[in-house]
């Protein structure tokens, strides 16, 4: 008689009762029997890896000096643009404000060559007696420049000319000084910036470094700021596995929290494998909330270049941990449960999972071991490796 009937996605799985050997009572309090049966398809690696923010930065000190303020401690959150740590800046506040005053002053010296260059376009001193009063001066006004200009030794025009490009010398000189004082203030604007570490996005700091009145020098490490919200699960997979990711693709993968199963997504490939451990950095999405960086993840992938084999497929809740230790109460010849470690693949449709080792098809396993089950059955000695399919 036909008990019941389960299609998973790569097989078809369950029992028939009596003859076969399905669904059958076992001991009192203990659960039902379940028939272990196989699941054809592509093999699966599992490949080890760590849980690490979407976004991580760690600010580091660009200026020497004294911390003058943090803004919090490991775990507190900030917006973008939140003020996260200051150095003290009052002496480059101070040499801003001598830097202003040098301004002023090459300002008054160039309204002052500006005056000058005036007075020169209209009353050249060329013309002017070189000086003295009463007759002498008329005499030379009236008499030695005339003479002068007459034989040939004086030219009141290249004088006039010299005297404009001097005073245009001196309005270039002053502006070119107010110039390099203002590229000076740029240059002291942007010390100022770099004395404080600005939040680059939203985040919590995740590790500090320093403390409120620390010293520290240009290149020291302050604090790390991460965005937490978005977590990726980071793998270093071999390069023969390689070839059957692509981004944008589903996968399942484990926590290491309560072994807790979770949909992957793969987000990013490098695009070059490691040249000593050969092999390929993946970045897989996490879905949001599920666990905290820097945990142990699990990622199965599939081994598309193995040839196929068929896993046995034994329902989720048959499954007991001890510890990290995943195992299932096998049964007896005698209708005993004994407890064997295996090693489990990947979740399948209709709450089954894969076994990777520890199990073979057409042996009973307790579906869902009842309280009245105890340690004290045993362990059961796992079955023999079947021999590996030839290439």
Same mark, same amino acid.
């Given at each position: 008689?036909?008990?019941?009937? !389960?299609?998973?996605?790569?097989?078809?799985?369950?029992? &028939?009762?009596?003859?076969?050997?399905?669904? $059958?009572?076992?001991?009192?309090?203990?659960?039902?029997?379940? =028939?272990? @049966?196989?699941? %054809?398809?592509?093999?699966?690696?599992?490949?080890?890896?760590?849980?690490? #923010?979407? %976004?991580?930065?760690?600010?580091?000190?660009? +200026?020497?000096?004294?911390?003058? !303020? *943090?803004?919090?401690?490991?775990?507190?959150?900030?917006?973008?643009?939140? *003020?996260?740590?200051? +150095?003290?800046?009052?002496?480059?506040?101070?040499?801003?404000?001598?830097?202003?005053?040098?301004?002023?002053?090459?300002?008054?010296?160039?309204?002052?060559?500006?005056?000058?260059? $005036?007075?020169?376009?209209?009353?050249?001193?060329?013309?002017?007696?070189?000086?003295?009063?009463?007759?002498?001066?008329?005499?030379? @006004?009236?008499?030695?420049?005339?003479?002068?200009?007459?034989?040939?030794?004086?030219?009141?025009?290249?004088?006039?000319?010299?005297?404009?490009?001097? $005073?245009?010398?001196?309005?270039?000189?002053?502006?070119?000084?107010?110039?390099?004082?203002?590229?000076?203030?740029?240059? &002291?604007?942007?010390? *100022?910036?770099?004395?404080?570490?600005?939040? #680059?996005?939203?985040?919590?700091?995740?590790?500090?470094?320093?403390?409120?009145?620390?010293?520290?020098?240009?290149?020291?490490?302050? +604090? %790390?700021?991460?965005?937490?919200?978005?977590?990726? =699960?980071?793998?270093?997979?071999?390069?023969?596995?390689?070839?059957? &990711?692509?981004?944008?693709?589903?996968?399942?993968?484990?926590?290491?929290?309560?072994? @807790?199963?979770?949909?992957?997504?793969?987000?990013?490939?490098?695009?070059?494998?490691?040249?000593?451990?050969?092999?390929?950095?993946?970045?897989?999405?996490?879905?949001?909330?599920?666990?905290?960086?820097?945990?142990?993840? %699990?990622?199965?992938?599939?081994?598309?270049?193995?040839?196929?084999?068929?896993?046995?497929?034994?329902?989720?809740?048959?499954?007991?941990?001890?510890?990290?230790?995943?195992? =299932?109460?096998?049964?007896?010849?005698?209708?005993?449960?004994?407890?064997?470690?295996?090693? =489990?693949?990947?979740?399948?449709?209709?709450?089954?999972?894969?076994?990777?080792?520890?199990?073979?098809?057409?042996?009973?396993?307790?579906?869902?071991?009842?309280?009245? +089950?105890?340690?004290?059955?045993?362990?059961?000695?796992? #079955?023999?490796?079947?021999?590996?399919? $030839?290439?």
């Amino acid at each position: 008689m036909l008990i019941k009937t !389960h299609v998973l996605a790569r097989a078809s799985i369950w029992v &028939l009762a009596g003859a076969v050997g399905g669904v $059958s009572a076992a001991p009192a309090d203990i659960g039902e029997a379940f =028939v272990v @049966q196989q699941a %054809k398809g592509a093999p699966t690696v599992s490949v080890g890896g760590t849980v690490i #923010p979407y %976004k991580e930065v760690t600010l580091a000190a660009q +200026l020497p000096g004294r911390i003058k !303020h *943090l803004a919090g401690i490991e775990g507190d959150a900030f917006k973008k643009g939140d *003020l996260l740590v200051s +150095l003290d800046d009052r002496e480059l506040l101070a040499n801003r404000q001598s830097i202003i005053a040098q301004i002023g002053s090459a300002d008054a010296q160039l309204r002052n060559a500006g005056v000058q260059y $005036s007075r020169e376009m209209w009353s050249p001193q060329s013309r002017n007696a070189p000086g003295g009063m009463g007759m002498p001066n008329l005499f030379d @006004q009236m008499f030695t420049r005339p003479m002068e200009d007459f034989v040939g030794e004086r030219s009141r025009g290249a004088e006039r000319g010299a005297d404009l490009y001097a $005073s245009g010398t001196r309005i270039a000189q002053a502006q070119n000084s107010i110039y390099q004082l203002q590229a000076e203030i740029q240059a &002291l604007d942007a010390k *100022l910036r770099d004395a404080r570490s600005i939040a #680059p996005f939203d985040g919590v700091i995740v590790k500090k470094f320093i403390e409120a009145g620390d010293t520290v020098q240009p290149g020291q490490p302050l +604090l %790390k700021f991460a965005d937490v919200e978005y977590q990726q =699960v980071v793998v270093d997979v071999p390069a023969r596995l390689r070839p059957g &990711l692509q981004e944008g693709m589903m996968l399942q993968g484990e926590l290491d929290v309560q072994h @807790q199963r979770v949909p992957l997504r793969v987000a990013q490939i490098f695009p070059m494998a490691d040249p000593q451990r050969h092999t390929v950095t993946v970045k897989f999405d996490l879905p949001q909330g599920v666990s905290e960086p820097g945990m142990y993840a %699990k990622v199965l992938i599939p081994d598309f270049g193995a040839p196929a084999r068929a896993n046995p497929v034994i329902p989720a809740t048959a499954i007991r941990y001890n510890g990290s230790l995943p195992g =299932v109460y096998v049964l007896d010849d005698s209708g005993n449960p004994q407890l064997r470690l295996i090693r =489990v693949g990947e979740q399948v449709s209709g709450g089954f999972t894969t076994v990777l080792s520890g199990l073979r098809a057409g042996e009973r396993v307790l579906a869902n071991p009842g309280p009245g +089950l105890s340690a004290a059955w045993g362990t059961a000695p796992a #079955p023999a490796a079947a021999p590996a399919p $030839s290439r």
